[in-house]
């Protein structure tokens, strides 16, 4: 019987890149963002990681219904506020902080008898959510009698771009705009944590980060001194000797420049590795780096590992994480972005969890 993929989730390197975002931000709280179940790595096994965490931040209700029943006094930042009075009334009882981002969310406040600890959000240039400089200063007018407004938020654009002009202009208009004494600021995200130091007000929200990966394209996760929490592995289930110019797997994409041989892995598109990996993507068996070599199938992925290699059936292969290549790297062979790999992972791959601490 094949075995089936397996994430490993090391916690004790969730709680060194915790001590990386101290490290770069001392003297602001740290909000954990574990939304998206954090990050695909498991949320509720991160945020007992992470308890020394000033709070945590998810997207939505759901997620703050879980983590609350386990985390009965720690801080919970529901990102996305709420979308409707159903949901406000959930998040009062939950003593969840919510970010409020629209009229809609004020009217549904004005109406609601609780009071609410809350965030209002400013667009600075994002133009995704938030209030905008003209409108926000009506919002905490009207919010400030009845609710607790905490402080204020927003979110950089291009913040893995650290020379981008929108960040300063980001900044500026965020530092400009001042709803009153004693509120709280929050604006950084991993990348401005790491480059911006200007941008760490009182809350920093640290994501990938935390989980071990690089936010930036040309920096390194191991330059940034971050280790990876999560490895993706699985078993290779076959060898095959090839001749010069046979193909491998649909579409004949990949063929043979000499005779060689292949390795087949039972791990595909199925259990969330790319799907567009490209001809050349890093696996590592037994410490040793081999190459993607045709499409990704549903179940399997074939590496080239020539004739020399010593590789057999049963043996273990790293697709990236510890002992593998960076998350990065074979999110770059596969155009996309390591957080997308880590949340893509389905319900087929085992997840285990390990602490080297």
Known sequence: MTQAAEATIDLSALRHNLQVVKKHAPQAKIMAVIKANAYGHGMMSVAKALEQADAFAVAHIEEAIQLREKHKQKPIVLLHGFANESEL????????????????????????????????????????????????????????????????????????????????????????????????????????????????????????????????????????????????????????????????????????????????????????????????????????????????????ICVEIGSNASVNVGDSAILWGQGGPAINTVAQFAETIPYELSCRLTSRVVFKEVDNG
């Open 89 to 300: 009334k959930r998040a009062s009882a939950l003593s969840l902080q919510c970010v409020i981002h629209d009229e809609r969310q004020l009217s549904l406040l004005q109406a609601f008898s609780q009071k609410i600890n809350l965030w209002l959000k400013l667009d600075t240039g994002m133009n995704r959510l938030g209030f905008s400089p003209n409108t926000i200063m009506q919002a905490y007018g009207l919010l400030k009698e009845d609710h607790k407004v905490l402080g204020l938020f927003s979110h950089f654009a291009n913040a893995d771009q650290v020379d981008a002009k929108s960040n300063q202009q980001q900044l500026k208009l965020f530092h400009d705009t001042s709803l009153g004494p004693g509120l709280w600021r929050s604006m950084a995200n991993s990348a401005a944590i790491l480059t911006q130091a200007h941008s760490h007000y009182d809350w920093v929200r640290p994501g990938i980060m935390l989980y071990g990966a690089s936010p930036f394209s040309d920096k390194s996760a191991q330059s940034l001194g971050l280790k990876p929490v999560m490895s993706l592995s699985s078993q290779v289930i076959a060898v095959k000797d090839l001749a010069k110019g046979q193909a491998v797997g649909y579409g004949s994409r990949w063929k043979a420049k000499e005779n060689t041989r292949i390795a087949v892995i039972g791990l595909g598109y199925g259990d969330g590795y790319p799907r567009h990996a490209a001809d050349g993507t890093p696996v590592v068996i037994n410490g040793e780096s081999f190459t993607l070599a045709g499409r990704v199938s549903m179940d399997m």
